[in-house]
């Protein structure tokens, strides 16, 4: 019988945010600044310490239920002496034994796939020191999967940040008086570094912005590489819509690239111009927390918004159905414009603070009745948090503890 000996938390809840792309999609991919910004659409993980000899792990929102037995996965583990500060690269060993594990020796995986071996890579890598503690973890998600919007960085974030304060690699901020609370920046950099490996177990080669923004939240500069967090950023309200339209980003962004390189005089300048709406966008919203927030920042806000979406029309990510959106919500007199590859998938529509709730309501409607998906939510707000059972929403727990 395996004891909580191991086990440095009982039970934690812990939630990360998901992502859109504000500004810079496809013109990032050639050395321009992007930001990326938090949705207040969120994962949630509950992870339990138990006694009963296995690892359980609950994805009711991919239908997927599965059980192991310590001592099964106790022979995955790799003879190797790899300590916490070594593993900053994929264990391509452990990679190897789990995929075989799995069933998946080669080709693209699937959703149930992808999700059980990220969380057995970073459950297996954080305790290969020591005894195996048997745990249960139940995880559910506000947010769409394969819509771009970040929910495997969001599940890999959650993860890491529970496994880590289980193993006691890192503190648990939460105290008894608190209902939610954050870690510190160190504490952070180890969560996102890990999370990261869990993006790599299920992208192959990600950017890194995705894990990023669902460990410090907010607005983040994404440049050549470099992701920069943004000090102070306001909470925007937004519609989110997603088409449903699928699009693969890979031929989006080749048909990008082939634009450039027939027509550089021309394209190269949009790249520009896109760039410059990015620093223009992170000019106002730094303002915006520095001095009184006018009804002219939000002009110019929705000004950048329409420019920036003519401009991906014209490097050929757009689509007739993100037209057709932007013209439902034009009529209600607010702004939208793509986030993400383009071609279909997500978009963005800027909800002003004055704006009606009939008119919120009457948008959303609207656009449902164009065959779309559609949420208010928020954009800008906190990155990974931990929260007491108490400050979970009850939806959210009756998600996570009924299964």
């Known amino acids: 019988m395996y004891a909580f000996a191991k086990m440095h938390v009982k039970e934690c ?9 504000l500004h810079g999609e496809h013109a990032v991919v050639h050395g321009k600044v992007a930001l990326a910004v938090s949705l207040n659409l969120r994962t949630y993980l509950w992870l339990k310490a138990t006694s009963s000899g296995k690892v359980c792990v609950n994805l009711p929102n991919i239908d997927t239920f599965l059980c192991w037995d310590l001592s099964e996965l106790k022979r995955l583990i790799p003879d190797s002496s790899a300590t916490l500060e070594e593993t900053k690269l994929l264990d391509t060993e452990l990679v190897r034994r789990l995929r075989e594990f799995v069933g998946v020796t080669n080709g693209s995986l699937d959703n149930r796939s992808m999700a059980t071996l990220a969380f057995l890579y970073l459950y297996l890598s954080l305790f290969r020191s020591g005894d195996l503690p048997s745990l249960t973890i139940s995880v559910w998600s506000e947010l769409p999967t394969g819509a771009g919007l970040g929910s495997s960085a969001a599940f890999s974030v959650c993860l890491a940040a529970a496994l880590l304060s289980a193993s006691g690699a890192i503190s648990t901020p939460l105290q008894e008086w608190d209902n939610t609370a954050r870690w510190c920046q160190e504490d952070m950099e180890l969560i996102n570094s890990r999370a990261f490996q869990g993006e790599m177990i299920i992208h192959g080669n990600p950017s890194g912005v995705d894990n990023a923004v669902g460990t410090w939240g907010g607005v983040l500069r994404f440049l050549s590489g470099k992701i920069i967090p ?12 997603n088409t449903k339209v699928p699009r693969s980003t890979k031929v989006l962004v080749a ?4 634009k450039i390189n027939k027509f550089p005089s021309i394209m190269n300048p949009v790249l520009d111009s896109i760039e410059a709406i990015s620093c223009s966008c992170e000019k106002i919203l730094s303002e915006m927390t520095s001095q009184p927030i006018t009804g002219e920042h939000y002009n110019l806000l929705e000004e950048l918004i329409d420019i920036n979406q003519h ?9 007739p159905v993100l037209d057709k959106l932007c013209l439902v919500t034009l009529a209600r007199g607010l702004h939208s414009k793509l986030t993400g590859a383009g071609g279909g998938g997500c978009a963005i529509t800027l909800l002003r603070p004055e704006t009606d709730t009939s008119i919120v309501q009457s948008t959303i409607q609207d656009l449902k009745d164009c065959g779309f998906d559609c949420w208010e939510t928020s954009i800008g707000g906190p990155g990974v948090q931990q929260h007491s059972a108490l400050s979970v929403k009850e939806e959210v727990l009756e998600n996570l503890r009924n299964y």
Do not use: W
């Not at 943004?230 to 519609?239: D, K, N």
């Not at 048909?255 to 082939?258: E, F, I, L, N, R």
């Open 311 to 319: 401009h991906l029309n014209v490097i050929g990510v757009g689509h």
């Open 230 to 241: 943004l000090s102070r950023v306001p909470l925007l309200r937004i519609l989110l819509t």
């Open 13 to 21: 809840f812990v939630s990360a945010p998901g992502k859109a792309i």
């Open 255 to 258: 048909g990008v690239k082939d």
